[in-house]
């Protein structure tokens, strides 16, 4: 029989997640089926110039790594479970904090779950004659399955992720080499090209539209590499490799995603590319590899980005409940969330976190999910890395074993890079944008029922255990 140390209750997180885990989750949780289609958007966004297309997948990257770099100085100077929700609430105030973590709940975490499940079914409905509702039964299924995986330790859930790594790799790679070294078209790779309809030269301000406009399209391929510092608490050594996994990830995601988008456009002839886009035909490394091998080509990259998805829905079952079991650690949420089972795992959180997502699931599209997801994300991630700046002025005594290459001049052109990304999407898509900020104000008044259920008292993150 447990003791009552392994109660519900009284259990602890425990530390047993190495680099090549750190790796595999930011990895894991970023190659998921954006790849495979968000070409489409980001070459539509481009007036169809696949040399600015490839030039924009560059900028995503070297965008995304220098948030994950500011990323990697708060994960190191503070290690601890929760993440963002916990840097926001130090940094700023504890509203900020929570806004994050409920938002999350609402939409950005659990919508994720929610539109990674629906993405792993949607390739097959027309294979096999799915109805909408047999998409979404399936997608409810594959959520319970990697519910049950994440209950039973974050050890074995760990253990998947590392498997569905390795293996979303498999295809990626095999249609880049092929693609690359043996595609016979030349594609048109001068950026210029984009502005080639509009008959004269756009100036810096249009060019920066269009650049930042195609650009955020490609961010939600490469969001993921926020997670890590979620489940910093559970890493065996996070001040070392909290930084490394982080750099070696998105470092090779960025190469592999441009050299993807390049392979397309080496099989693919750009007016078949433009046709296939017009007709809602967006999944374009599907067909290069079934144009490369034929329809054995086709079902390896099927199964493989099903792989990637189903995985990456393993590391956000991993990783998400962190915050909440954080939040209710502090006093703003559920307290029932906030214990730990004698497996060592949140496994209310856990649940709460699925049980949202199957909500999520049952009452929305997928495109109606990835539309609300990225707007959010972006701001609140835009807050945590203006946090670095903050966190170096309040808190100069933290130890800090990691500090941003380049020290503040990076970090201020990395916040101008994001800042002027949102502001240039809210300006060209107002009505979405709109719709992720009304999602972050619901969650203020919520903010303050926590707070007097709370007795008042505001979110304390040391009471996180860690």
Known sequence: ?????????????????????????????????????????????????????????????????????????????????????????????????????????????????????????????????????????????????????????????????????????????????????????????????????????????????????????????????????????????????????????MGAITLIYTLFNLAIYRVIPAPEVNSMIARGDIYLGTETAYRILGGLGKWVVLVGMTIGIIGTVNGDCLVFPRTYYAMARGGYFFKGLGDVNARGVPAKAILASSAMSIVLVLFNSLQSLTDWLITVSALINLLAIIAVLVFRCRFPELERPYKVWGGVPVIVLTVICFLVLLVNNFVSDPVTSLKGLAIILVCIPVYFVFRRLNGGVEYDTDKIDN
């Open 1 to 249: 029989m447990e003791n009552k140390q392994n109660s519900m209750s009284g259990g602890h997180l425990r530390k047993e997640l190495g680099l090549f885990s750190g790796v595999s989750l930011v990895a894991g949780m970023t190659i998921g089926s954006g790849i495979y289609y968000l070409g489409s958007y980001v070459l539509e966004r481009c007036n169809m110039s696949m040399g600015m297309a490839l030039l924009c997948w560059l900028i995503g990257g070297a965008v995304s790594i220098l948030g994950g770099l500011c990323f990697a100085e708060l994960g190191a100077e503070m290690p601890v479970t929760g993440g963002l929700t916990t840097y926001l609430s130090k940094a700023y105030h504890p509203m900020l904090g929570f806004v994050n973590g409920f938002s999350g709940f609402l939409l950005t975490c659990s919508g994720s779950i929610a539109a990674l499940s629906l993405a792993a079914v949607t390739p097959f409905a027309e294979e096999f004659g799915l109805s909408d509702g047999a998409v979404k039964l399936i997608a409810v299924g594959i959520i319970v399955l990697f519910t049950g995986v994440n209950l039973r330790g974050v050890k074995i859930a760990a253990a998947v992720q590392n498997f569905s790594m390795v293996a979303r790799i498999v295809p990626l790679v095999l249609v880049i080499f092929v693609g690359v070294f043996f595609g016979s078209q030349s594609p048109e790779l001068n950026p210029g090209t984009a502005f080639a309809a509009q008959g004269a030269s756009p100036g810096i301000s249009g060019a920066i539209k269009l650049i930042g406009y195609a650009t955020f399209a490609s961010l939600w391929a490469y969001e993921g590499w926020t997670n890590l510092n979620t489940v910093a608490g559970e890493m065996k050594k996070p001040r070392r490799d909290i930084p490394l996994a982080i750099i070696i990830s």
